[in-house]
């Protein structure tokens, strides 16, 4: 069953650098999302994506975020400026449709120290 | 009111039993439902979609009740390996590309 793949699993980085999240979606789908899980806490929406561009964001994805897919395969999430309040696990998630239940990948665990 | 509430759990049931879960949601434009199970520290896992009539999945059924803007999952005869969080996830308005989680209830099967 093709999969969702997210590259790093983990990533350790210090406070105030800029890290890049990077989802490589399944070929057929053409909407993307990023979520945010916090330690012991509830999946958080991020941010959708579709034609090359933002659909929705949610008041989480302010401007310390960016999402772009350079090449046409990868979907990456930049941070920038990173806090100690963004570690957490990043998914990427794709359908095919909107509407559709979404796929998600495995995660990325960003740790901020 | 939150956007999706859940049964805040943790439910510890016996093998073999039937347990329920429930989830409310406050936008009535919402319009894609589902359930989703999450094991410790892993991704969430489409586990089914609701649809307006009702549906099962196994030993799994799922009910929308739009009037009382509610949900609920059933599981019968659980597994060991039913234990996992479950999430109802709704969209936050009807263009299908911004989705709720709820905060997830716990189950543990217990042998």
């Known amino acids: 069953e093709p999969e969702v793949t997210q590259t790093p699993s983990h990533q350790v980085t210090q406070m105030g650098q800029e890290v890049i999240l990077r989802c490589v979606p399944i070929?057929?789908?053409?909407?993307f999302y990023w979520y945010r899980q916090i330690l012991g806490q509830k999946v958080e929406f991020l941010v959708s994506?579709?034609?090359?561009?933002?659909?929705?964001k949610s008041e989480i994805f302010d401007d310390q975020f960016s999402v772009e897919r350079p090449d046409g395969s990868n979907f990456t999430l930049k941070i920038r400026s990173t806090k100690l309040e963004d570690s957490a696990m990043y998914f990427c998630?794709?359908?095919?449709?909107?509407?559709?239940?979404?796929?998600f990948g495995d995660g990325t665990r960003l740790s901020i120290l | 009111r939150k956007e999706v509430e859940q049964d805040p759990g943790p439910f510890n049931v016996p093998e073999g039993a039937t347990v329920a879960f429930n989830c409310t949601y406050s936008?009535?434009?919402?319009?894609?439902f589902f359930w989703y199970r999450q094991d410790c520290r892993k991704e969430p896992k489409l586990l089914m979609s609701?649809?307006?009539s009702g549906n099962e999945d196994g030993r799994f059924t799922a009910q929308l009740n739009r009037a009382s803007q509610y949900i609920s999952l059933l599981i019968r005869d659980s597994k060991l390996s039913d234990s996992a969080t479950y999430l109802c996830?709704?969209?936050?308005?009807?263009?299908?590309?911004?989705?709720?989680f709820g905060p997830g209830t716990r189950l543990s099967v217990l042998p």
């Open positions: 998630a794709t359908t095919p449709q909107q509407n559709q239940p979404q796929h």
């Open positions: 070929s057929n789908h053409l909407y």
């Open positions: 994506f579709y034609n090359n561009e933002i659909s929705e």
């Open positions: 936008n009535s434009a919402s319009q894609s």
């Open positions: 609701v649809y307006s």
């Open positions: 996830v709704v969209d936050r308005d009807n263009y299908g590309q911004n989705f709720v």
